[in-house]
């Protein structure tokens, strides 16, 4: 018999000093062990109640006093809708969200449901309904983010912003700025390459690098440029801003496990690196900016991100094992 929602497996209450704290980060410690994967899962999944009531966003900043438990006991909710908090920007051409990692952008099979397109659509309708809009909405995918990453996506509402989004995209005009935790001592560069879907051991990659070139590249080859500025230097590890002139499959990992600095919590694209991975909850890479011009008004716009508890947790045991 399953334990009834009123009757907490644990709890504790926000002191001051862990005031401003996520109710992911607190959720691990009402469950030692717990990853941070998991703790968002509890959240999402209706199993952890503040003061009294469930809340469903991870991101969630506490305040001193919120009392938090933990119901294992409680029924799973399936996820409906990103948090309000998630939606940075909102008018009837665009939408800019935050992805949260572990969601698929857009879906890939028929019963991939909840997806970032699919729960910020929802989001949407519940924000113009309180504004007395009836609406239902359509949202155009423009871009996209692998499931393990984080951070800023736009999506447009209509077929025109959708197409004018696009060109910008193929214009190279879009700002999109990721962080990335790697391996090893980074270098500022520019890589700079043709990506094919087999570069000869069935891996996604740079023509011509795993394998040495014969010929005429493929045609399914396409030219991937990407500019690598080092944030800031570990003792085993490297902080790096990465800037997209194109946006290739994997274009980020692909150039830096190929430099011989894969991405924490890589699982792919780690032949060129032979010594210790490092630990990371998921894949360490974050769109933290989001610029481009408006496609009604004209008028260039900009969007930043910091990255989330579990990428700052990462960067924090990286800068105790250098102390």
Not at 2 to 9: A, F, I, L, Q, T
Not at 188 to 198: K, Q, T
Not at 270 to 278: C, D, S, T
């Amino acid at each position: 018999m399953s334990k009834p929602e009123e009757s907490p497996d644990s709890g504790l209450t926000v002191t001051a000093e862990r005031a401003g704290e996520t109710l992911a980060a607190l959720v691990r410690d009402l469950s030692p062990g717990t990853s941070w994967s998991k703790a968002r899962e509890l959240c999402t999944g209706g199993r952890v109640w503040v003061d009294g009531e469930r809340s469903t966003d991870p991101a969630r900043r506490m305040a001193a006093g919120e009392r938090i438990e933990l119901r294992t006991g409680a029924p799973v909710l399936r996820r409906e809708a990103v948090p309000r908090e998630a939606v940075l920007h909102c008018d009837a051409d665009v939408v800019v969200v935050r992805k949260p990692a572990g969601l698929l952008t857009v879906p890939f099979e028929k019963e991939d449901h909840d997806t970032l397109l699919s729960l910020t659509r929802v989001t949407v309708r519940r924000l113009e309904a309180a504004l007395g809009k009836d609406s239902n909405p359509s949202l155009r995918a423009v871009q996209r983010l692998d499931k393990d990453t984080s951070g800023l996506v736009v999506f447009a509402r209509n077929v025109r912003a959708q197409r004018l989004l696009q060109e910008q995209l193929t214009e190279h005009s879009v700002t999109r700025r990721y962080l990335a935790l790697v391996h090893g001592d980074a270098s500022d560069a520019i890589y700079d390459s043709l990506l094919v879907p087999d570069r000869g051991d069935g891996r996604r990659g740079s023509w011509g690098v795993f394998r040495k070139a014969q010929g005429e590249p493929p045609e399914s080859a396409r030219q991937a440029t990407t500019h690598v500025t080092v944030l800031k230097r570990f003792a085993v590890a490297s902080l790096v801003a990465c800037e997209l002139e194109t946006g290739r499959q994997h274009q980020i990992r692909i150039h830096l496990a190929e430099a011989g600095h894969p991405l924490l919590g890589e699982t792919v694209y780690v032949r060129e690196w032979h010594g210790a991975a490092l630990p990371a909850p998921r894949l360490m890479l974050h769109a933290s900016v989001l610029g481009f011009v408006h496609p009604r008004t004209g008028r260039p716009v900009r969007f930043e991100d910091p990255p989330p508890d579990d990428f700052e947790a990462v960067l924090r045991n990286l800068a105790r094992r250098q102390s």
